[in-house]
């Protein structure tokens, strides 16, 4: 952590904006976190233990433009779903996650289909569990909004730490499609992205699990969006020696590189053709807020949105110095604290809040210096 100490000044496009959710958990740990810093008087120690609790800045890899397997689509058919309708995003914290960020792969699908001319009325309808949860609220958080679509997403919760048979996960699934589809609802099935790196155990489950869903909406002829295949092609094409991870932030959630990847190939499967899909990549280039980075630490939790052309630029500094963009980043992250830090004096009555509105324009500041 200490190397990264001598941050790049040089080369910041405006524009780049940063919002701070905190929790009530994340409070009490910012005053352990504050207190221990306090009882340190050298300026070296305080930098240490700034490092230590920080914990990791989240940021992604690249922007895939061109990608194999998007989608399990006859090639040249119509987009499937039309203008105005309601698509319900149903699924679980990986669809949380793809709502909640402007650069989550539900906008994404939800502008680039509006690029093609086809605006939906997106209902996110993610929610941390397994498909025992999810078959439970089909009825009040699905069927009631009366839907044009499902966009159902399974996988990660059930074969995290194996908390649901893949038989039970088999029934919840046939569950929940009779109930989509004796209410005269279309369905696509998602299957789970995967872990990196490839070699990860708990790939060998999730490959297993994509079987399943795949085996399902064979028998059921229901488009499929292969992201899981999207994945893996995807990881097996980085160049070597590239620095992972490539699609992930944290080995598991998608960043933006990932959270694009998955966008791209719902978009395909639903049918859009390699011409569209093309300017959908093109919009999504220079839309302002299409990749979302994100930095948590301890104490806040900070989402900061860039275009995917600033984003670019920013992994063209990380590459010129030899570094991940993760370490570029994170470095960042610690000197915006550091320089909060200073700035604020005697930080011993600091809460999270007070914190995040002194370090939050630094770090703007220092990523617009950075991609500009």
């Known amino acids: 952590m200490l190397a990264f100490r001598h941050i790049i000044e040089d080369v910041g496009l405006p524009e780049v904006k940063t919002f701070t959710p905190c929790n009530v958990r994340a409070k009490l740990e910012f005053q352990t976190w504050k207190t221990r810093l306090s009882m340190n008087t050298n300026s070296n120690e305080k930098y240490q233990l700034i490092s230590k609790w920080v914990g990791p800045f989240v940021l992604s890899a690249i922007f895939v433009l061109s ?13 499937v779903v039309k203008e105005g309708q309601k698509v319900v995003f ?31 009325t997106p209902v996110p309808a993610g929610k941390g569990g397994t498909t025992n949860e999810m078959l439970a609220r089909i009825d ?8 044009d679509w499902v966009l159902l997403s399974s996988g990660f919760g059930d074969t995290w730490n194996r908390a649901v048979d893949i ?17 005269g609802i279309k369905v696509m099935i998602l299957t789970p992205t995967s872990l990196e790196p ?5 790939n060998t489950q999730l490959a297993d699990y994509t079987a399943l869903l795949i085996k399902i909406a064979k028998e059921r002829n229901l488009p499929v969006a292969d992201l899981n295949a999207a994945f893996l092609s995807n ?7 590239s620095i992972p991870p490539f699609l992930t932030s944290d ?45 948590f630490c301890n104490f806040c939790v900070r989402h900061t949105t860039l275009s995917f052309a600033q984003y670019e630029k920013l992994k ?37 809040d007070d914190m995040s509105n002194q370090v939050d324009p630094i770090f703007t500041q220092k990523i617009e210096a950075l991609v500009r």
Request: aromatic fraction near 4%; glycine fraction near 12%.
């Open 316 to 352: 063209k500094v990380a590459a010129d110095r030899k570094m991940a963009v993760f370490d570029l980043i994170n470095a960042v992250y610690l000197a915006s604290i550091r320089d909060g830090l200073r700035a604020h004096g005697d930080f011993t009555n600091t809460n999270p």
């Open 235 to 241: 990881l097996k094409a980085q160049p070597r020696g």
């Open 90 to 120: 149903l699924g679980d914290e990986m669809t949380v996650a793809g709502a909640a960020v402007p650069g989550g792969y539900v906008n994404l699908v939800v502008s680039g289909l509006g690029t093609l001319g086809v605006h939906i």
């Open 251 to 295: 080995n598991v959630h998608p960043n933006p590189a990932g959270s694009a990847l998955i966008a791209q190939t719902i978009i395909s499967a639903l049918g859009a053709t390699p011409d569209q899909m093309t300017k959908v990549e093109n919009a999504w280039l220079d839309a302002p807020g299409g990749a979302t980075v994100t930095g």
């Open 140 to 147: 009040s958080d699905v069927i009631s909004a009366k839907p």
């Open 198 to 202: 490839i070699e990860n155990g708990l």
């Open 167 to 183: 038989e039970v996960s088999r029934k919840n699934i046939a569950a929940m499609l009779d109930k989509l589809q004796a209410a």
């Open 67 to 79: 990608i194999s397997g998007r989608g399990q689509s006859p090639a040249g058919s119509p987009i």
